[in-house]
């Protein structure tokens, strides 16, 4: 059968990212076959309800004739212009200037790359730049929190957080430093906002003094911590923390590529905060998935002392693929659909989900609903007065993603036992209430696991 011989091909040649190679051999791909809005199709015309966007990143939904028109159009006309040598295509400078206007503040400059992970990266070569350029080289040193995802670039995974990414690199580098995430549920300042807060400042400022005031060059956040298990600070901390940044100048990068682009409600979770970051990074929701892209933002202040320190000679930073015209096409008739009604759409079906997730709270494995916006999880225990997490060694992400997938849900286990959500922000009425339904099936069937409690 046409599927059974692509899981033959994909086992001999595809390598999966960050996957056990043995265990996907044993197990075999699940090939997906097409999708509309938030349905996915698998090869055995079996449908499933998307709770995950993709990997966050399909905020738009599947099937938009629209998107496919301008990619069309794009390829038609001008498939490909290289931005060096001071070239350029029109839906890239156009969807610059879009973002800068719907950018928190002074972000007005924009990089585009291919992704998150290039994104981080190229912010931590700009960052040094402009730390060359004031005159204090030594400004070298960079902070992190721990749960805290920033991809999976060679040197950029070293802020990422996550230990599986680190075995065998020598990363994080030396100059590579985390302070202790907020996560109100398991804080030990306890999940009062006050004292989460109070402890982030004092981390934040111990780390520094521990570094060198003149060493730090920055501080990187996810405004939610999305890999690390969706960890959401409580209202204020991103204030809090951006405003510390700025009391010893040290930069402050905030990663939305997560965030970005209506997963929490508006286009920048910052803008809800009521901050302006020196730096902002996205990709994902930027292009709804439909095409790879990414974008830096950067704030006119960086921008300036990067440029006046350069002079006449080249900021020596760039790829093939950066501005490229069709993912920009892509991009701002993404856009366009956002602003048409996507993001209204999806704080109505975040406030659904939400409610809804909140309900399952009496469910004896649930210890924890948080989330904001289309962007949630549950977080599962064994025992709730203690908070004890679910026995990792019995692999219960692997077993509840499967339960899942057999209900006809697709949803992301972190290994810890957290469940997370991240539907399109096109889901319907019903689309929610089929993903909260297909999860009470999945929470009571883990119930009756002998290996997960
Ligand atoms: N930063 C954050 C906050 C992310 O969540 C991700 C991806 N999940 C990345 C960076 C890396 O993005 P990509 O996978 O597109 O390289």
């Known amino acids: 059968m046409y599927s059974n011989s692509l899981i033959e091909l994909d086992r001999a040649h595809l390598i999966h990212p960050v996957a056990s190679y043995r265990g996907h ?32 990143c399909v905020n738009a939904g599947y099937g938009h004739e629209s998107i496919v028109e301008a990619a069309t159009r794009q390829m038609r006309e001008l498939p490909y212009a290289t931005a060096y040598f001071g070239l350029g295509s029109e839906p890239a400078i156009r969807l610059a200037a879009e973002l800068a ?140 923390m951006r405003d510390l940044c700025r009391e010893l100048d040290i930069l402050f990068v905030a990663d939305e590529v997560i965030t970005g682009f209506g997963r929490t409600g508006p286009l920048f979770a910052c803008s809800e905060e009521d901050i302006v970051p020196d730096f902002m990074t996205t990709a994902k929701g930027l292009t709804s998935g439909y095409v790879p892209m990414g974008a830096v933002f950067m704030a006119d202040h960086v921008y300036q002392t990067i440029a006046e320190g350069a002079g006449a000679s080249a900021v020596g930073h760039g790829y093939t693929y950066s501005a490229h015209p069709v993912s920009a096409a892509v991009a701002l008739e993404v856009l366009k659909l956002y602003e048409g009604g996507l993001l209204e759409n999806g704080v109505k079906a975040g406030a659904r989900l939400m409610a809804g997730l909140e309900a399952m709270r009496d469910h004896p494995l649930v210890g924890d609903v948080r989330g904001r916006g289309m962007l949630a999880a549950i977080e599962l225990v064994t025992d709730k007065t203690a908070r004890t997490p679910l026995p990792a060694e019995t692999q219960p992400a692997r077993r509840i993603f499967d339960r899942a997938w057999e209900n006809g849900l697709v949803i992301r286990a972190f290994a810890n036992g957290v469940l997370g959500y991240a539907p399109p922000l096109c889901c319907t009425d019903a689309d929610i209430d089929a993903i909260l339904e297909k999860t009470a099936k999945t929470l009571d069937q883990t119930l009756e696991d002998p290996d997960v409690r």
């Open 25 to 56: 051999e044993a197990q075999g791909v699940r090939v997906l076959a097409s999708a509309k809005g938030a349905t996915v199709t698998d090869a055995y015309g079996r449908q499933l309800i998307d709770g995950f966007a993709g990997l966050w």
């Open 101 to 240: 206007e719907r950018a928190p503040g002074d972000l007005n400059h924009i990089y585009f790359t291919l992704g998150g992970s290039d994104a981080v990266d190229s912010t931590i070569r700009f960052i040094r730049y402009y730390w060359i350029a004031r005159g204090k080289p030594r400004r070298d040193q960079f902070i992190s929190l721990e749960q805290g995802y920033h991809g999976s670039s060679t040197v950029g995974a070293g802020l990422t957080a996550l230990p599986n990414f680190h075995a065998g690199f020598g990363i994080p580098f030396d100059w590579q430093h985390k302070i202790p995430s907020p996560y109100p549920y398991r804080n030990p300042a306890g999940d009062d906002p006050k004292w989460i807060i109070a402890a982030s400042l004092a981390a934040l400022r111990a780390k520094v003094e521990a570094i060198g005031a003149d060493r730090v060059a920055a501080f990187y956040v996810e405004p939610i911590q999305g890999s690390g298990g969706v960890i959401v600070p409580p209202k204020g901390w991103l204030k809090a």
